[in-house]
């Protein structure tokens, strides 16, 4: 963290980042922001924010009518990579059971068809994405199961246990700027570097010094406090890109099935 960090950063991770610097460490930080859908201001603005700070970023995009404009959109940033947001990103849960596109009933035909329906839709739109990002971070067995049958060699979702299948690499996002319920709205920087001291703390404490942790943004639900506290946290923390984080601690990242 740089001495010019805010006082509430310094305040709250201070001793945190101590215990590490003695160690010989310094968290590891990747970014990843979720539902990119078309070009527009946000979108520029969040771009902005990459290239300014030097800060690489993992776009979770949703293939749509939209898709061939923002990856050429895209294509303009060298520390941009785009990732596959869900097949459609529609909520088909019942009512009561919380949200994902992938039901229990679905078959592993219709799963695998569906990934490589949108997966070729990526590919004619002019992109060649790697990494599959569940919409609403729920990764369903039919999803886990598929991937590893296809071109997709890593997955992220939230902050998981469990392993991602024999090959498919494991990368998630830890650190929400939002909270959602009630709808989404800036988390609140003391909720957000208290959850980054308790992860930091953890990690350090079980020596999983290269584990990565994930910065987790929603460029189209962002309010003018959101930005700002990321404004400050790119200002203050260095990010790393997703491929470097991966090579550098496969072991923490690769979580295979028994």
């Known amino acids: 963290m740089r001495r010019s960090a805010p006082f509430a950063f310094r305040l709250l991770l201070g001793r945190e980042l101590r215990l590490w610097a003695e160690a010989g460490h310094a968290p590891v930080l990747w970014w990843r922001d979720d539902d990119a859908r078309a070009t527009g201001e946000a979108l ?13 970023l993992t776009l979770a995009a949703i293939a749509g009518p939209h898709l061939p404009a923002l990856v050429r959109r895209v294509e303009r ?13 529609i909520n088909r849960q019942p009512e009561g059971r919380g949200f ?8 592993l035909e219709w799963v695998r068809a569906q990934l490589r329906a949108t997966v070729m839709a990526f590919h004619r739109a002019g992109a060649q994405p790697t990494l599959f990002v569940p919409p609403w971070n729920n990764l369903a067995p039919q999803v886990v199961e598929a991937i590893g049958d296809s071109a997709i060699t890593a997955v992220s979702a ?6 991602y299948g024999e090959g498919v690499a494991r990368l998630d996002a830890h650190l929400d700027v ?14 957000f570097l208290s959850r980054m001291r308790r992860l930091m703390a953890e990690r350090r404490l079980s020596r999983r010094w290269d584990e990565p942790m994930g910065l987790l943004t929603h460029h189209l639900d962002h309010d003018a ?34």
């Open 44 to 56: 520029d603005k969040l771009l902005d924010f990459s290239r300014r700070h030097s800060a690489p």
């Open 158 to 163: 939230f902050d998981q246990e469990q392993g």
């Open 178 to 191: 939002l909270r959602w319920k009630g709808g989404g709205r800036f988390r609140g920087r003391w909720r």
């Open 100 to 107: 994902g596109e992938v039901v229990p009933e679905d078959s």
């Open 77 to 89: 940033e060298a520390s941009v990579e785009i990732a596959i947001h869900g097949f459609k990103h």
């Open 225 to 258: 406090a959101t930005w700002a506290f990321l404004e400050q946290f790119l200002a203050a923390f260095p990010i790393q890109a997703r491929q470097d984080v991966m090579s550098a601690a496969p072991r923490a990242l690769t979580a295979l099935s028994a």
